[in-house]
């Protein structure tokens, strides 16, 4: 698969507060993805990794802050608008069963779609063509994704590991610039949860974008992430390189009781 032409541009949240009646999920938060980086958000439950994911993809309106990708602003926009600028998301919990591989990734491609819903109905040649071009990159991205030898096959006889892969394929058919993984290996065994990681590191290096990522397996924050946000009662609290996270006092002290830094989790 080819690279981008151009690195994505930087993602920048700047000053994001969201409150929710009296309780502040999200106060005063800014951090940078570089381009072309895997930037993780990590923190302790109810820590407001969610929020900022929701922020981010746009189902959330912050009470104050910008969230900026390149020169646009994303702050204000919805979910599609912010899909349409290259702002793709998985979702923690959504584990696709319904149709084939093939046809999850071709509703991936529907939002890049420019020939008409008659023109389709009606199989115009125009239509035909942009239907071919969508099934080769849908085919593509579904070998990119480990998924190559099940394009045809019903999603509900996949395993539980492909099946996360599909939710990360259709979200990578949007060609998006910057991907937000949400929790991608919750649920995992460890085969899977190995196999995830090199995929993500794999659509990394093939396609260039940027990677912001929630989890909770520090094993796999601590392998793939260059750039650490740490989140603690809607605070980010540290910044940096997972070794540089990892012995930060004050990210031992919000993880104390819940977690470890460590690569225990992996
Ligand atoms: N829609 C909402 N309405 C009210 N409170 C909310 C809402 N969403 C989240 N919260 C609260 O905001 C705080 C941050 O929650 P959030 O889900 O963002 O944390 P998290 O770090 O993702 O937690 P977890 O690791 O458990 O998923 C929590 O106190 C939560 O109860």
Redesign the pocket.
């Known amino acids: 698969m080819t690279a981008p032409a151009a690195a994505p541009p930087a993602l920048e949240v700047r000053g994001v507060t969201?409150r929710?009646?009296g309780?502040?999920?999200?106060d005063d938060v800014s951090f940078t993805v570089a381009p072309g980086t895997v930037h993780a958000v990590i923190?302790?439950?109810?820590?407001?990794?969610?929020?900022?994911?929701?922020v981010l993809s746009g189902l959330?309106r912050p009470t104050a802050g910008t969230v900026r990708l390149g020169a646009a602003e994303l702050t204000r926009l919805a979910p599609h608008r912010i899909a349409a600028l290259g702002v793709a998301r998985t979702f923690?919990n959504i584990v696709t069963t319904q149709g084939t591989v093939a046809d999850n990734l071709m509703l991936g491609r529907h939002a890049l779609s420019h020939a008409g819903f008659t023109a389709s109905a009606l199989r115009l040649p125009r239509a035909r063509r942009e239907q071919r071009a969508h099934l080769a990159k849908a085919r593509e991205i579904a070998e990119l994704t480990g998924l190559g030898a099940h394009f045809d096959s019903p999603v509900a006889l996949l395993s539980y590991g492909d099946r996360k892969r599909v939710e990360l394929a259709r979200a990578l058919c949007l060609e998006p610039r910057v991907l937000l993984l949400d929790?991608p290996v919750a649920g995992m065994n460890a085969a899977e949860r190995t196999r995830m990681t090199a995929v993500v590191r794999e659509i990394r290096a093939e396609l260039g974008l940027s990677v912001v990522l929630?989890e909770?397996d520090m094993g796999l924050v601590m392998r793939l992430a260059d750039e650490v946000t740490v989140?603690d009662?809607?605070r980010a609290v540290a910044h940096g390189t997972p070794d540089e996270v990892r012995r930060d006092p004050e990210v031992l002290r919000a993880y104390l009781g819940t977690a470890t830094t460590g690569e225990d989790a992996a």
């Open positions: 969201v929710f009646a309780l502040l999920a999200l923190g302790p439950n109810g820590a407001g990794k969610s929020t900022c994911f929701n959330y923690q929790e929630v909770h989140l009662f809607g």
